[in-house]
Structure formats: structure tokens, C-alpha cells
Nanobody, 120 residues
Framework: QVQLVESGGGLVQPGGSLRLSCVAS????????MRWYRQAPGKQREWVAT???????NYADSVKGRFTISRDNAKNTVYLQLNSLKVEDTAVYYC??????????????WGQGTQVTVSS
């Protein structure tokens, strides 16, 4: 059982910055990868970034060089730093983690999402 709560979204101008946070409740936070996804109006949810339990990061090509994912295991929190924001980055941003559940099964946990709007 894991609960994820995102925060930090808001309205920002193109070229601006924002830092999103996701606080996780539950056990074994430090042992599992955390991910950020986003979903824009009328579009499918897309993967944005991943950070492994060991701190290795990966990014979607669309955000590489502009976004940074990090984690603080002592606070059970994962962050997403959004820099050089573009209008195309407008979306609801969700954090995600996958945990084992039963034999040969897994379960996806999602937060409620936080809205990021990039506009003049």
C-alpha cells in the first residue's frame, strides 16, 4: 500500500521554472524506482523521467536537458525540476511507482496529479 501526493504545479511563463514534489507514504520507498508522467488535454499519458533506487536517471527526449529528477529517501520524496518551460509542457504531472503484488504480479501506484500551465 502506497500513497503518492504531488504538489508544486502552477502557472508559469515560457522560459520559466517550477519544482514539483511527490511525497510517498508506505514502506520500502528507497528500494524502488520512481517516475514522473504527464498528460496534456486530448493526449495520452506519456512518460517523462525515471530515477532508480540507486539514483540513476533517464528522461524522455522531449525534456532531456531541461528537466531534472531527484529523490530524497530520508523524506520519502521525489522531485522534478522543470526549467526552460515551453507551452508544450502544459499538462497534469503525475508521479508513479510500481510494487510487487502477489506471485509474478505488480501494481502501479499514482498520485492525484498537479497541473502545470505554461502560458503568457
Amino acid at each position: 500500500q502506497v500513497q503518492l501526493v504531488e504538489s508544486g504545479g502552477g502557472l508559469v511563463q515560457p522560459g520559466g521554472s517550477l519544482r514539483l514534489s511527490c511525497v510517498a507514504s508506505g514502506s520500502s520507498f528507497s528500494s524502488y524506482a520512481m517516475r514522473w508522467y504527464r498528460q496534456a488535454p486530448g493526449k495520452q499519458r506519456e512518460w517523462v523521467a525515471t530515477i532508480t533506487s540507486g539514483g540513476t536517471t533517464n528522461y524522455a527526449d522531449s525534456v532531456k536537458g531541461r528537466f531534472t529528477i531527484s529523490r530524497d529517501n530520508a523524506k520519502n520524496t521525489v522531485y522534478l525540476q522543470l526549467n526552460s518551460l515551453k507551452v508544450e509542457d502544459t499538462a497534469v504531472y503525475y508521479c508513479n511507482t510500481v510494487r510487487p503484488m502477489g506471485l509474478l504480479r505488480s501494481y502501479d501506484y499514482w498520485g492525484q496529479g498537479t497541473q502545470v500551465t505554461v502560458s503568457s
